[in-house]
């Protein structure tokens, strides 16, 4: 689990906007390091079920973001990108 001080560095970062905190790009950001850690506790938990569910929805939903994203505003899609080191 994310703590509170790493989320709003977080959102701080990847804000849109002063007050941006549901943005797609501030929810890709925020998803991407929760995927980490969870792929974290899975390298050490391997039978841990429940959490590789959780990771394979938060990695789909993660996916449809991106998608939206490029189709809607493609320079920010490719910033982001870069920015969180997801594709080549």
Do not use: C, P, W
């Given at each position: 689990?994310?703590?509170?001080?790493?989320?709003?560095?977080?959102?701080?970062?990847?804000a849109?906007?002063?007050?941006?905190?549901?943005?797609?790009?501030?929810q890709?950001?925020?998803?991407?390091?929760?995927?980490?850690?969870?792929?974290?506790?899975l390298?050490?938990?391997?039978?841990?079920?429940?959490?590789?569910?959780?990771?394979?929805?938060?990695?789909?939903?993660?996916?449809?973001?991106?998608?939206?994203?490029?189709?809607?505003?493609?320079?920010?899609?490719?910033?982001?990108?870069?920015?969180?080191?997801?594709?080549?």
């Amino acid at each position: 689990m994310i703590d509170q001080k790493k989320k709003q560095d977080i959102i701080k970062k990847h804000a849109v906007s002063k007050n941006d905190v549901g943005s797609i790009q501030t929810q890709v950001a925020v998803l991407t390091e929760r995927i980490k850690e969870i792929t974290a506790h899975l390298d050490n938990n391997k039978k841990d079920n429940h959490a590789r569910r959780g990771l394979l929805q938060m990695v789909g939903q993660r996916k449809r973001f991106l998608a939206h994203l490029k189709k809607t505003d493609f320079e920010s899609y490719a910033g982001l990108i870069k920015d969180l080191g997801l594709r080549k």
